[in-house]
C-alpha cells in the first residue's frame, strides 16, 4: 500500500505532532484544498497503511493520534520518508525530460506520448506539465496548449539559452562541474547525451584560449556559465538558431579584450563547420567582458546594493498606497532575489517579455507606476538598462502584497486553546468556542498548558486559557473549564475592541468632504496647485506642518500621474505628515502637466487627488477602492462631469 503526497504530509502531522489533531480543521490546512469527504478518506487510508506497520492511529472522539510504541511510530516515519525522497526524485526525473523535450523537441510531444514513454498515469503527467509551464514562466518562456491539441514554446532566442544552461546546471550540477571545471577530457555521460560532446569540447577550448592569451582571472562560478553559454549557443547556432541584434553595446569593441573573446568564438565556430552572424561573437564578447569586470550580481556588492533597491521600492510603496511594506522581511526578501535575477539575465544581454503587461496595466496603473521606479534605480546604481515591462514583474509583487494585506485586514482572530489536561474539557470547550464566535475566531490549536510552555505557538493573535499565564507571547483571556456567559461576554468585548485599536475603521464617506472636493480649480503648473490645496489642507488641520513642502519634493522626486484611461494624478506625501485621514478631489478647470510615477515623462490631467493617509488604519484600503473605482472609464469620466462637490460625494458614497 502507497500514499499519495497529500496523505503523506497528513500521516506525518499525526505521527510527529506531540497531541491529538483535531478533525477537520486542524487538517485543512495540510489537506492542499481537499474537502471534508476527501480527508476523511485520507485518514481511512492512512489508518489502513500505518496498521500494516502495527501502528494504530485512534480518531475518538474526531481527535486522531498514534497507539504504539515509540520504536514503532519512527519505524512508519522513517518510511514515509523513503517514500518521498523516492516521489521527488521521480518527479524530477520527470520534469526534467518534459522540459527538455518543450525546449529541444520539434514537434512537443503530447500528454498521451509523455505518459506512455515515461510509464505514468495521465493526471501524473498533466501534474508534471503544470511545473513545467511555472518553470518556463520563471525563465521568461511561456508553454501553452492542451493535453490533447498539443503544446508551444514561446520564447525568444536568448531566453531560451539563459534557460537551456540554467536546465543543466539545476538537473545536472555534478556532471556540468565535471565536464567544464575538473575532467581534462569529457566523458560520455548522460549531460553529453543531452548536451553534444563537440558543443562542450569547443566551449572549453574557446575559453582556454582566451585565457592563455590574457591575464584574466575568472571566478569557478563565472567560469562554469560561460562555459554552459558558449556550449549552449554553439549547440543552438549549428541548428540554425542565431539571436537577434542587441539592442545596445556596452563594451568598447576596439578593447584587446573584447576583440580576443570574439575572436576566440569564431574560431571554435569555424572548427565546427559554423558560419555566423557577427551578432553572436559580439554576445560572447559581451558576457565575458562583464564577468571579467566582477560585474556579477553573484558579488557581495550586488547584494547589497539590490537589498538597499528593494528596501527602497518598500519605502515608496509604503508612502504611495501606506501598507506597511517597509518592515516586511519577506517582501524586502523576495524582492532583492528577484533583482539579483534579473540583473544577471540583463548583464548577459537576454531581453525580457512579460505578456500580460497590457492588462496588468489597466488593472494596477499605480504599482506599474512604482515597477517603472524599480527600472530606473536599477539603471542608476547598477549599471544596467531595464526594460519597462520589467517594472510589470516588480509590481506584481507590490501588488500581490496588496491583495495579501487586505486580505489579512478581514481575516478572523487566531486563537489557541490552553487546558490543563481534560481531553473531554477542552473539545467540549474548543466546539463551544467555535461555534460562538465562529466569524471573528479561529482556533488553530488545542494544548495542554506543558505543551504550550514547552512548544509555544508562532503567529499567533490571542490564548483563551483555563489556567492562569504568565509572559505568553500573544494576549491572553482566562475562562472556566465550561464556557460561561461571563466568558463569552468578555471574549467579545475583547475581539470588538482589539479590531478597533488595531486599525481604525474609515469608508470614502469617512474620508470625502465638500469642503476638501474643488471644481475649476486653474493652475499653469503642478506647484501652484500643490501649494494652494496643501495650504488649505493644513489650515484645516488635517496635515502636520511641513506636508506642503513633502508634498512638492515628493511631486518632483517620484511624480504622481498614472496613465490610466482617464488620466489622474495623486499628489501625496508620507503618511508621518498627516493629522487625519482624508481625501482632497480637485477638478481642474484645464488640463495640468504632471510627472509620471517612475518616469521622467508628463502627462496632462483634470483629475488631481491627494489622499491623506494614516498607517494602521483602514485609510490606505479605502483609498485603494476609490482608486480602483476610477479605473471604470464610466466613473471616471462621471466625476469629471460633476458642477457640485456633493455630486462627487454622491457618486463615491455607494463604494
Same mark, same amino acid.
Given at each position: 500500500m502507497t500514499l499519495n503526497s497529500r496523505q503523506r504530509k497528513i500521516a506525518k502531522e499525526i505521527l510527529t505532532s506531540s497531541r491529538p489533531l483535531l478533525f477537520p480543521d486542524? %487538517? @485543512? #490546512? /495540510? &489537506? +492542499? #484544498? +481537499?474537502? !471534508?469527504?476527501? @480527508? /476523511?478518506a485520507d485518514l481511512k487510508r492512512i489508518s489502513d497503511y500505518c496498521a500494516s506497520f502495527g501502528v494504530e492511529i485512534s480518531c475518538k472522539p474526531g481527535l486522531y493520534h498514534p497507539v504504539c510504541g515509540e520504536q514503532a511510530r519512527l519505524y512508519v516515519i522513517d518510511r514515509l520518508d523513503e517514500a518521498e525522497r523516492e516521489a521527488s526524485s521521480s518527479a524530477r526525473g520527470r520534469l526534467g525530460e518534459i522540459l527538455y523535450d518543450c525546449m529541444f523537441s520539434e514537434p512537443i510531444p503530447t500528454l498521451d506520448e509523455w505518459s506512455e514513454r515515461l510509464n505514468y498515469s495521465r493526471p501524473t503527467i498533466s501534474s508534471d506539465v503544470q511545473n513545467a509551464m511555472e518553470w518556463f514562466n520563471s525563465h521568461n518562456l511561456k508553454l501553452v496548449g492542451r493535453s490533447r491539441a498539443g503544446y508551444s514554446l514561446f520564447y525568444s532566442e536568448a531566453d531560451l539559452r539563459a534557460a537551456a544552461a540554467s536546465y543543466y546546471y539545476e538537473f545536472y550540477q555534478d556532471e556540468v562541474e565535471e565536464a567544464f571545471l575538473y575532467a581534462p577530457e569529457v566523458q560520455t555521460s548522460t549531460l553529453t547525451a543531452l548536451l553534444p560532446k563537440p558543443a562542450i569540447e569547443a566551449a572549453k577550448a574557446c575559453l582556454n584560449t582566451i585565457l592563455k592569451k590574457t591575464d584574466v582571472s575568472l571566478r569557478n562560478q563565472d567560469l562554469l556559465n560561460l562555459s554552459l553559454y558558449l556550449a549552449v549557443a554553439l549547440t543552438r547556432c549549428e541548428r540554425g538558431f542565431n539571436v537577434t541584434l542587441l539592442d545596445e553595446k556596452r563594451g568598447d569593441h576596439a578593447a584587446g579584450l573584447y576583440r580576443i573573446a570574439a575572436g576566440a568564438f569564431s574560431a571554435v565556430a569555424a572548427d565546427l563547420g559554423l558560419r555566423l552572424p557577427s551578432v553572436e561573437p559580439d554576445a560572447f564578447a559581451e558576457r565575458f567582458v562583464a564577468a571579467q569586470a566582477g560585474d556579477s550580481p553573484d558579488n557581495a556588492d550586488y547584494s547589497v546594493i539590490a537589498m538597499e533597491i528593494a528596501t527602497d521600492i518598500a519605502n515608496t510603496a509604503e508612502k504611495v498606497l501606506c501598507i506597511p511594506l517597509s518592515r516586511d522581511v519577506k517582501f524586502i526578501e523576495r524582492m532583492t532575489n528577484h533583482i539579483l535575477q534579473t540583473v544577471r539575465k540583463l548583464k548577459s544581454g537576454f531581453s525580457f517579455a512579460n505578456l500580460d503587461v497590457a492588462s496588468f496595466v489597466k488593472q494596477y496603473p499605480l504599482e506599474y507606476g512604482l515597477g517603472l521606479q524599480f527600472c530606473d534605480l536599477v539603471s542608476d546604481r547598477l549599471g544596467v538598462r531595464v526594460p519597462e515591462s520589467e517594472g510589470a514583474f516588480v509590481a506584481m509583487y507590490i501588488a500581490a502584497e496588496l491583495e495579501r494585506i487586505t486580505n489579512t485586514k478581514n481575516r478572523r482572530k487566531r486563537a489557541v486553546l490552553v487546558s490543563i489536561n481534560a481531553l473531554s474539557a477542552s473539545t467540549l470547550l474548543y466546539w463551544q468556542l467555535t461555534n460562538q464566535f465562529s466569524s471573528q475566531l479561529k482556533l488553530v490549536q488545542s494544548c495542554t498548558y506543558n505543551e504550550f510552555i514547552q512548544n509555544p505557538p508562532d503567529n499567533i493573535d490571542l490564548i483563551i486559557s483555563t489556567v492562569n499565564m504568565e509572559a505568553t507571547t500573544a494576549p491572553c483571556l482566562v475562562i472556566s473549564p465550561i464556557l460561561s456567559q461571563r466568558d463569552i461576554k468578555n471574549i467579545k468585548a475583547f475581539l470588538d475592541s482589539e479590531d478597533s485599536a488595531s486599525s481604525e475603521l474609515y469608508t470614502l464617506s469617512d474620508m470625502l468632504f465638500p469642503e476638501l472636493i474643488f471644481i475649476g480649480e486653474d493652475a499653469a503648473e503642478p506647484e501652484q496647485l500643490l501649494r494652494k490645496i496643501g495650504g488649505i489642507l493644513f *489650515?484645516? &488641520?488635517?496635515?502636520? !506642518? #511641513?506636508?506642503? *513642502? +513633502?508634498?512638492? +519634493?515628493? *511631486?518632483?522626486? %517620484? #511624480?504622481?500621474a498614472l496613465d490610466t484611461t482617464v488620466p489622474i494624478a495623486l499628489p501625496h506625501a508620507a503618511p508621518e505628515n498627516s493629522q487625519k485621514a482624508c481625501i482632497a478631489v480637485v477638478l481642474a478647470k484645464n488640463e495640468i502637466p504632471f510627472k509620471l510615477i517612475g518616469r521622467n515623462e508628463f502627462m496632462k490631467t483634470r483629475l488631481i487627488v491627494f489622499p491623506v493617509l494614516i498607517l494602521n488604519t483602514s485609510a490606505g484600503f479605502s483609498f485603494y477602492s476609490f482608486i480602483a473605482a476610477l479605473k471604470n472609464k464610466k466613473i471616471a469620466e462621471s466625476l469629471l462631469k460633476c458642477a457640485t462637490p456633493e455630486e462627487v460625494c454622491r457618486l463615491f458614497g455607494s463604494i
Open positions: 486542524q %487538517f @485543512l #490546512g /495540510s &489537506g +492542499a #484544498g +481537499a474537502d !471534508e469527504a476527501r @480527508l /476523511s *489650515e484645516k &488641520g488635517y496635515v502636520k !506642518e #511641513g506636508y506642503v *513642502e +513633502a508634498l512638492i +519634493a515628493n *511631486e518632483k522626486m %517620484f #511624480g504622481s
